[in-house]
C-alpha cells in the first residue's frame, strides 16, 4: 500500500454542507490501476467518484476518470464541478481564461459564471424521438399512464438519458418507479408554479449507468434536459430544483449565453479534506 494521496469530499450543487451531491475526488491519481480506481468507487459507494491524473491532450488543464460504484463514466456533470473544484483549491492554476477538463467524452470547458462554477454542456450523443416500446416500457415502470407525459425524447450526453416532461414539480415529486423493470436511466423534469423560486423539479433515475435508483442533484441529465427544452419550453436560463425527495436541496443554474451554449453550474463545497491510503 502506498503512502497517502490527498484526498476530498466536495458537495456540489448547494452552498450550505450536506444538501448537495458529494462527489469523492483522489488527487495525484497517476499510478493508480484500473482495478484499484473500481476498487475505491465501490467503497465510496458514492453515485460519482474520480481520480484526478495528467493530462494527455496538451489544451487540458488536468485529466479526470470517473467511476460509479459499478461502472467508468465518460462525462458526468457533478463530478465534473466537483473535481475542478478541488483541483483549483489543491492549487491547480489554468492555462487560459477557463478551466479545461479532459475526460473520457474529450475536452469540456469550465468557467466562473455568476461566482459559481459552471460547465458547457457537451454536445449530446442520442437525441430526439424514443421508440415506442422503450417508451411503453418507461411510463409502465414510472407507474404513469401515456397522457401523464407530455414529451419524451433521448438526451444522451454520455450516461444514456432519457428525458421525460411532465405537467407538474408536483407530478414528478409523487413519483414511486419499479426499478426492477425500468429499462434505460431516465430523467423526469415538471415545471413549479411562476413565481417560484425555481423554474423545475428535476428527478434522475439512473439504476444503470451510476447503479443507484436515484441521482440527488444531476449536472449531465440537467444539461442535456436544457439543450431539449431552454429557449422553448423552458426560458433560455433558469434555476433547477433536484433532491427534494431524498432530502437535499440541489440548486442547478442552467445559463444559454449569445452564441446558445447551455453552461450549467452550481456552488461546491469541500465538506472531507485529507488523504486516502490506496
Known amino acids: 500500500m502506498s503512502e497517502g494521496r490527498p484526498f476530498r ?7 450550505e454542507p450536506l444538501l ?3 462527489v469523492a475526488v483522489v488527487h495525484d491519481a497517476d499510478g493508480l490501476t484500473d482495478e484499484q480506481m473500481r476498487a475505491f468507487a465501490r467503497w465510496t459507494n458514492l453515485s460519482e467518484t474520480t481520480f484526478l491524473l495528467t493530462p494527455i491532450d496538451p489544451a487540458a488543464d488536468y485529466r479526470v476518470r470517473i467511476f460509479t460504484p459499478s461502472n467508468e463514466l465518460p462525462f458526468a456533470g457533478h463530478p465534473t464541478l466537483g473535481t475542478a473544484h478541488a483541483w483549483l483549491e489543491a492549487g491547480g492554476v489554468p492555462a487560459g481564461d ?8 474529450g475536452l469540456v470547458q469550465l468557467r466562473r459564471y455568476d461566482g459559481r462554477l459552471a460547465f ?6 442520442r437525441a430526439g424521438p424514443v421508440e415506442a416500446s422503450l ?8 407507474g404513469l399512464h401515456s397522457d401523464d407525459v407530455l414529451d419524451i425524447a433521448w438526451a444522451d450526453n454520455g450516461p444514456g438519458w432519457v428525458g421525460v416532461r411532465l405537467a407538474s414539480a408536483e407530478k414528478v415529486l409523487a413519483l414511486t418507479p419499479d ?4 429499462p434505460v436511466d431516465v430523467g423526469v423534469i415538471g415545471p413549479y408554479p411562476d413565481g417560484s423560486e425555481c423554474a423545475v423539479e428535476v428527478r434522475a433515475f439512473c439504476p444503470h449507468a451510476a447503479g443507484v435508483t436515484e441521482d440527488p442533484v444531476t449536472g449531465s441529465l ?6 431539449w427544452l431552454a429557449g422553448g419550453v423552458l426560458p433560455a436560463s433558469y434555476i433547477a430544483s433536484q433532491g427534494t425527495v431524498l432530502g437535499r436541496r440541489g440548486r442547478v443554474h442552467v445559463d444559454t449565453d449569445d452564441a446558445g451554449t447551455v453552461w450549467v ?4 463545497l469541500t465538506t472531507i479534506h485529507g488523504t486516502v491510503a490506496l
Open 9 to 15: 469530499q466536495v458537495d456540489v450543487f448547494s452552498a
Open 20 to 22: 448537495g451531491n458529494p
Open 222 to 227: 440537467n444539461a442535456s434536459l436544457a439543450q
Open 265 to 268: 453550474g452550481g456552488d461546491t
Open 135 to 142: 417508451v411503453a416500457e418507461i411510463v409502465a415502470a414510472l
Open 179 to 182: 426499478f426492477r423493470v425500468l
Open 98 to 105: 477557463g478551466v479545461v477538463q479532459e475526460c473520457g467524452l
Open 120 to 125: 458547457a454542456a457537451p454536445d449530446l450523443l
